[in-house]
């Protein structure tokens, strides 16, 4: 299976876009080459033989989305993008997606209880952890039940930078 990532310099650093050809796969924190190991691993989990490969046609759509959303002429995405994880990684990302307007945030908790599981915080949590579409399936609108920023995978920095961008 082929893949092609080009990576793009934002405010929030260097991302790293991945497609297969017809839809978006991932986008990451950090150039290629310090993601690449982790890459392989989690493509190897899904697919066989994976190979990727830089191509910034393959990735110009997502790109140019992108940089709409953070010159803020773009509140959300219309490109097609595909999740691969476990179904419950799947339904977690799906209700980030669907349940977290622009501009707001909810808790942990609330996702629990969105996806029919109010007791599964952590479980949660873990999935919000391994989301794999950064900025577009809004993890970073996720906070602790007390209001307070909590982890995100790309830092709490990047994080706090997103939400008062999307509060202007």
């Keep these: 299976m082929n893949f092609y990532y080009d990576e793009m310099d934002s405010p929030v650093g260097m991302l790293t876009i991945m497609t297969d050809g017809e839809k978006a796969i991932r986008i990451d924190y950090g150039p290629f080459a ?58 977690v990302w799906h209700a980030l997606y669907d349940a977290i307007p622009y501009g707001q945030t909810r808790t942990y908790k609330d996702i629990a209880e969105v996806i029919g599981k109010p007791k599964a915080i952590r479980a949660v949590g873990g999935a919000v952890n391994k989301n794999p579409f950064s900025i577009v399936v809004p993890c970073h609108r996720v906070i602790g039940s007390n209001g307070k920023m909590v982890g995100y995978g790309g830092g709490v920095d990047k994080k706090e930078f997103l939400l008062a961008h999307e509060a202007k």
Aim: negative net charge; proline residues 3%; aromatic residues 18%.
């Design 34 to 91: 310090e993601l690449e190991a982790s890459m392989q691993k989690w493509a190897k989990r899904y697919f066989e033989h994976p190979a990727f490969i830089q191509n910034s046609e393959q990735v110009d759509h997502v790109k140019s989305e992108l940089l709409d959303y953070f010159q803020g002429k773009r509140q959300d995405f219309s490109f097609a993008f595909a999740f691969h994880g476990t179904p419950f990684q799947q339904k």
